[in-house]
């Protein structure tokens, strides 16, 4: 049977978790409650923190001391007076991080390294505290799933190359009680050793990138096979989640599928619920929408901009995510106060733009792979990189009965729709390379929309 849940809670997961961050345990029964707390309470709380933050920055943080001002908010609600400071970039962050660092000192902080969208490494600190109260929310959202601490979790990552980094990922996998499954192989021995390998640990969950899980459930629905065990949930995160994918996994894995969405720099950022909508963190960021600067109205998408209001050591003010999505004007079902993201739209670099300044959501080149693909186009697999305003590279996988005639109508859609311009290079590769991270992605637009 090995080594229960139990005793990876108490015994392994939340010791070393109390030493790096704090009672992730405690925070959670409070994240419990705080999830039910008034719209009005909550604010109130944001507001506090907020202001804490900025007092904090301003008198610690080098690299806002000439950007905030000393009446950050005087006498008016700070969460009306956010909008008026200037937002934080990633460019930001990869050209600063050391000014952005407190010279405060705050104890031990725990060190992340993430490489984001751009894939540049880019380092932060975070506060015990801030670290603790991320790992509640998260603790809190796979509650809403149903998932508990000590569940042992299947994860489809990306694994390290590097030996060291490796041997840290492989004790940081045993402490989390986690099997952890390459996103880098996706042949069908590779998926047939994966299912060995997961009927042998048996996870009470799954959770990783949306195209993993998506192929792994494609092989399972092809190769006619099932789990041979229970699965509680399917957590997905890091790529767009549709309508189709989650379908799909639901039908080969048999279990509910839930969202997550969050970011290396901010952590958790919204989980969604069993009703089926995504709930902010609000005890620990405060979520804008913007349009071209603009905060948008609610139900109306935007690029997210989010402060972080707990982490003193790397304060995040009015960071740029480059995500887009939409906030809810309706409370959901389920009965928490916590606002709801009504949809993550996709990355800054998953959208085409045209020399006209108008934008095309990633997903409307994939609609015209997927039309085709259901009409026996013979693509296994497809990627499409805007490499300027009117020029395009597409990649096919094909299949030993592709047509090639297929090829133009992608084209003549996107000239249609587009740009009646554009130009085309196609390549046939053996399989679409994923990036460093694991992730995959099918559409590159050319990035850097809103100033960014």
């Not at 998926?191 to 993993?212: A, D, E, I, N, T």
């Not at 901009?305 to 809810?328: C, H, K, M, Q, W």
């Amino acid at each position: 049977m090995g080594i229960g849940k139990s005793f990876f809670r108490n015994v392994i997961y939340l010791p070393i978790a109390r030493y790096q961050a704090g009672p992730v345990d405690r925070l959670l029964d409070d994240f419990l409650e705080s999830q039910f707390q008034t719209s009005t309470a909550l604010k109130e709380s944001q507001a506090a923190r907020l202001t804490a933050l900025v007092d904090h920055a301003r008198q610690h943080v080098p690299f806002y001391q000439d950007r905030l001002p000393d009446d950050f908010h005087s006498g008016t609600d700070p969460l009306q007076a956010l909008p008026n400071l200037p937002c934080l970039l990633k460019s930001d962050l990869q050209a600063s991080a050391g000014r952005l660092r407190s010279s405060a000192d705050l104890g031990r902080l725990a060190v992340k390294t993430t490489g984001g969208s751009t894939g540049q490494p880019v380092t932060l600190w975070k506060t015990r505290e801030a670290w603790a109260l991320e790992l509640a929310a998260t603790w809190r959202g796979y509650q809403w799933a149903g998932i508990a601490m000590g569940d042992k979790q299947a994860r489809f990552w990306g694994i390290p190359h590097q030996p060291a980094a490796r041997l840290k990922a492989r004790a940081i996998d045993f402490t989390c009680h986690r099997l952890r499954l390459s996103a880098f192989s996706f042949s069908d021995e590779d998926m047939q050793g994966y299912l060995r390998s997961l009927r042998r640990f048996k996870p009470r969950y799954f959770y990783g990138y949306v195209s993993m899980l998506r192929e792994f459930a494609n092989y399972l629905l092809r190769t006619k096979q099932s789990l041979g065990f229970p699965l509680a949930a399917t957590v997905t995160t890091s790529e767009v989640l549709t309508p189709a994918d989650r379908s799909l996994m639901a039908e080969a894995f048999k279990a509910p599928v839930f969202n997550e969405y969050g970011c290396g720099e901010l952590g958790s950022v919204a989980h969604e619920c069993e009703a089926g909508r995504l709930h902010l963190t609000e005890e620990n960021m405060i979520v804008e929408v913007l349009n071209q600067d603009v905060p948008a109205p609610a139900g109306e998408p935007g690029e997210l901009v989010i402060t972080e209001v707990n982490n003193l050591a790397f304060p995040l003010i009015r960071y740029r995510t480059g995500d887009y999505g939409t906030l809810s004007p309706e409370p959901c079902s389920c009965g928490r106060n916590l606002r709801v993201l009504d949809g993550i739209q996709g990355r800054a670099y998953d959208f085409i733009r045209n020399r006209d300044g108008r934008l095309f959501h990633g997903e409307f080149i994939m609609y015209i792979f997927e039309d085709i693909q259901r009409q026996g186009a013979g693509i296994k697999q497809f990627q499409v990189i805007q490499q300027d305003l009117d020029r395009f590279l597409i990649r096919i996988v094909a299949t030993d009965d592709y047509d090639t005639r297929w090829e133009q109508v992608v084209m003549d859609r996107i000239r249609e729709h587009v740009d009646p311009a554009a130009t085309f290079v196609v390549e046939y590769p053996q399989a679409i390379q994923r990036e460093n991270s694991g992730k995959l992605r099918l559409i590159k637009g050319l990035g850097q929309v809103d100033g960014q």
